[in-house]
């Protein structure tokens, strides 16, 4: 069938669909559009269609597996190193020269989250949705106050509570996948949300492979779904 061009009513909006969604689906809801006269609720639904159709693509992306083991990556090597300082530094235990590594985790970590919250599916609530918002504003908060302590601005107490804000979001979003069935997943999110706020260079080892975890766990299931196909990761 032949593609139809912009010219059908409201046919641009469908620029904004995967490209997988629109090889399958565009010429049915071009042949839709074009049935009738265009409505300024059928923009906003074409918009939100296209927001859902890459929450829920067919077929899970590899980037929440990916960031997640790169996330976990970074931070077990940074735990590493730190377990192994003969002094251990200051409260709340980061290591100037480690900041940088710490910081490309954190926003490994932010797409992460994301990630691993995407796996409710079409369970999504208010809850949910407040758990995703306390995560990701966590976590931009740690990410600005680790670069400021990179920059020696600030350290100390700021940090300290932006970590804990992190790990509060990540909790509420292990929880919000327990309560949907994704216990695994849950639970090593959970791990990683207490280790989170442990003031020791070994929790930080945890906390990276709980991540690292998840990035396996999520890698596995991109493989099955990659195999089966939609709808059966």
């Known amino acids: 069938m032949a593609r139809a061009t912009d010219a059908t009513p409201g ?10 969604w629109r090889s399958r689906y565009e010429a049915e809801v071009r042949y839709v559009l074009e049935a009738r006269p265009l409505r300024k609720r059928d923009r906003v639904d074409l918009v939100r269609g296209a927001l859902d159709a890459h929450i829920h693509p067919p077929v899970p992306s590899a980037v929440p597996a990916l960031v997640s083991l790169s996330g976990g990556a ?22 100037y020269e480690l900041v940088p590594l710490m910081l490309a985790g954190v926003f490994c970590l932010i ?3 994301v990630g691993v919250w995407l796996r409710l599916g079409d369970r999504i609530g208010r ?6 918002l306390v995560a990701i504003g966590g976590h931009f908060a740690w990410a600005i ?9 600030e350290y100390g107490a700021p940090t300290a509570v932006a970590g ?5 979001g990540e909790a509420l979003i292990a929880l919000s996948l327990v309560r949907a069935g994704q216990a695994p997943l849950g639970g090593l999110l959970a791990v990683a949300a207490v280790a989170l ?15 690292s975890a998840i990035g396996i766990v999520q890698w596995q299931a991109y493989g099955r779904a990659r195999t089966s196909g939609p709808g059966l990761a």
Request: aromatic share 12%; glycine share 8%.
């Open 11 to 20: 046919g641009s909006l469908l620029r904004l669909y995967p490209r997988a």
């Open 74 to 95: 970074l931070w077990t090597s940074a735990g590493i190193v730190l377990a192994l300082q003969p002094v251990q530094p200051d409260w709340p235990g980061y290591l």
């Open 111 to 113: 797409v992460a989250c």
């Open 127 to 132: 809850l949910d949705r407040v758990a995703l």
């Open 145 to 153: 106050s680790l670069a400021a302590a990179l920059a020696l601005i």
């Open 164 to 168: 804990t804000a992190a790990a509060a």
């Open 197 to 211: 706020v442990i003031p020791a260079g070994w929790s930080w080892i945890i906390f990276g492979l709980a991540w």
